[in-house]
């Protein structure tokens, strides 16, 4: 066999070689070209496409330009203004730092660039036609730079292949134009095709660039976070998780402005949103991490969408709990937004307010220290969870003596309950009870409430559902109550029965209390209970958690012990603590058709506003939602 010498490649071929991974299609040219201008100090971008972006590629921006000496050393490789040293490189600021990105494209399409640096008189023009450079020549421009990318792959036939039709890659093309119009609302952006213009954003605040962008339901249905410490900071808008997909189409996340796909940050977020979303559902977030460059590295892959960070395990903490924080307001919280947090609202900025567009997203003003890190999140992110009072009996709301026992099978409006339901006038009391007042049960599912907005709708299996699921995390984690077992662990609050209750037994369960009580690993204990072998086929349930304790015994022991023998007991309170919580809660919360008082349904309501995640149940689906005044008057056509 021969062998060829070994040989340097030609700058052409080389810069067709980089070209496939930096501009794998139209939309990989676009996005280089958009950083491109916001480096420049652009304000105002414009961008036009024929056939997808296949046959042209137009980016005009009002940017610093390009200086007449410089316009050929643009289309060189490796060339670049914005790194000189390898600090530059490892404290990268700027979205592109490779010098790779003109000259991949140039080489695989016929190329033109026109700019007026600032300051001068004229403008200048250059054209690249795959390997042919033009000279220099004088241009008609007022300010900034406009780069033209004509017949892309026009001389790799091969690579034209795998393009997909128009409607793909301008699909292709427009998500990448709103992702970068999401990351700097401080920025002007048109967006044309074919001659016509589909989106056009003006310098606007933050959320109104969100809405305008992923439509307004997303934002009326997010959250708005904005969380420092430590050297990070992370803000943006999170969806409830009532506002979840079907995919990951409404998924942004940026790193000091710059638009990622990072495994460390998606496992974060996902497992914020775990204990509230609905099964295979994917939450929907734009959210913005602000932390010093030397503690990132961004070049990881030449697309520069992959970054690693430094202190992986601190990032991670920190997006889980900022992003746990924000879902867990209490459902009185997330509906009536109080003048304190509307002063920390991150979009409250008022260099917005102001109408001031010099607002770079990824610049903290917070101090960027490496050094502070360290050991920090252990004091910092304590429980935010406000314990709820622990109720007694079955539904969890045993009136007091003397309050009103009436029960009701219609729906009764019971005004003067609203009225005498606080010593205060009705007002403060809408304010201090954001849910309102329970008028009506419906078949024994629903609760109907008045509140100062209209109508209130309370699906009460599921809302009692989360309240006792947040009560017995709290009470394992030693938050609301819990005690320690011999062995120094956390331990569910336990209620011993009067009459131990005994049952028929499967040979596995009484195996795994076997397996529990010979190893003595207390996970029983642990969860609350005291279960006891009277003989081979026999167990007896002797103690349940204090708050479960008019729930069936048999049937949660049973659920239970399932759990541990199919998981392990290290395991079932461990990775699997939340379900084996999540199945004892549904066993204490209050069942359908079950007629509740007044004062019972106020409790309830009560609770709720004191309780985190409670606008979902332990599976994601809504346990409440809002009326309107003007939505029932649209129903009914009054004022028409």
């Known amino acids: 066999m021969h062998l060829n010498p070994i040989r340097l490649l030609p700058d052409q071929l080389i810069s067709q070689i980089a070209a496939g991974e930096v501009v794998e299609r139209p939309a990989s040219a676009l996005k280089e070209l958009l950083e491109n201008s916001l480096d420049a100090g652009s304000t105002d971008i414009q961008v036009s496409l024929l056939q997808g972006g296949v046959k042209q590629l137009r980016v005009a921006d009002n940017g610093y330009g390009i200086a007449q000496d410089d316009l050929a050393m643009a289309l060189t490789r490796h060339a670049t203004s914005k790194i000189a040293t390898l600090e530059d490189l490892e404290a990268v600021g700027s979205l592109g730092f490779r010098g790779e990105a003109l000259a991949s494209i140039a080489s695989v399409s016929r190329t033109q660039i026109s700019s007026r640096a600032q300051n001068t008189k004229h403008a200048w023009r250059i054209t690249s036609d795959g390997s042919e450079i033009s000279n220099i020549e004088p241009a008609a421009l007022d300010a900034g730079t406009v780069i033209e990318v004509n017949d892309l792959y026009f001389n790799t036939p091969a690579r034209r292949k795998f393009l997909k039709t128009e409607a793909t890659e301008f699909g292709h093309c427009e998500e990448a134009f709103h992702r970068v119009a999401l990351s700097r609302p401080d920025v002007a952006f048109m967006l044309q095709h074919n001659g016509r213009a589909l ?181 910092l992110f304590g429980s935010n969870s406000q314990g709820a009072r622990v109720a007694s009996g079955g539904s969890g709301y045993a009136p007091a003596n003397g309050l009103d026992q009436r029960q009701f099978a219609s729906p009764v409006c019971y005004a003067d309950e609203f009225e005498n339901s606080t010593n205060g006038s009705q007002a403060q009391a809408q304010e201090d009870f954001p849910l309102g007042f329970a008028v009506a049960q419906i078949h024994g599912v629903y609760v109907l409430a008045q509140n100062k907005l209209g109508l209130v709708v309370i699906d009460m299996h599921a809302a009692h559902e989360r309240i006792m699921y947040e009560k017995l995390k709290n009470a394992l984690d030693g938050n609301g109550g819990g005690q320690e077992n011999g062995e120094g662990n956390k331990a569910v609050p336990m209620q011993p029965l009067l009459l131990p209750v005994s049952f028929h037994a499967d040979r596995l369960e009484v195996a795994t209390v076997q397996e529990a009580l010979a190893n003595n690993d207390n996970s029983l204990q642990q969860l609350g209970f005291d279960i006891a072998i009277l003989s081979p086929t026999t167990l007896a349930v002797r103690a349940v958690p204090t708050m479960l304790q008019d729930a069936d015994a048999v049937t949660l022991a049973r659920d239970v012990l399932k759990d541990l023998r199919e998981y392990g007991a290290s395991r079932a309170l461990t990775e699997r603590r939340n379900e084996l919580l999540g199945t004892m809660a549904c066993h204490a919360a209050v069942r359908a058709n079950r007629s509740l008082t007044i004062t019972e349904m106020n409790a309830l309501l009560r609770d709720m506003e004191t309780t985190e995640r409670s606008g979902q149940c332990n599976h994601g689906r809504p346990t409440w939602f809002q009326v309107s005044m003007s939505d029932l008057d649209k129903m009914f056509m009054r004022g028409k």
Not at 249 to 267: E, I, P, S, W
Not at 289 to 309: A, C, G, I, Q, Y
Not at 322 to 338: E, M, R, Y
């Open 199 to 379: 989106s056009r954003y003006a310098i606007s605040p933050p959320e109104k660039r969100f809405s305008e962008v992923l439509g307004a339901e997303f934002a009326a249905e997010s959250i708005a976070l904005d969380e420092s410490t430590a050297g990070l900071r992370l803000w943006g808008i999170a969806a409830k998780p009532t506002y979840n997909r079907n995919s990951r189409d409404t998924q942004y996340v940026y790193v000091n402005g710059r638009f990622v796909r990072d495994k460390l940050l998606a496992h974060a977020i996902r497992q914020a949103y775990q204990d509230v979303l609905h099964h295979d559902r994917h939450p929907a977030f734009v959210l913005f991490l602000e932390l010093d460059p030397n503690l990132v590295d961004v070049n990881v892959h030449p697309s520069k969408t992959e970054v690693r960070f430094r202190d992986g395990q601190s990032i991670h903490r920190f997006i889980f709990h900022s992003l746990h924080k924000a879902l867990a307001t209490p459902t009185g919280v997330s509906n009536a937004v109080t003048a304190s947090q509307a002063a920390h609202n991150p979009f409250n900025n008022p260099a917005f307010q102001n109408g001031q567009t010099s607002y770079p997203p990824y610049q903290s003003q917070i101090n960027l220290s490496a050094n502070q890190s360290s050991g920090f999140y252990e004091t």
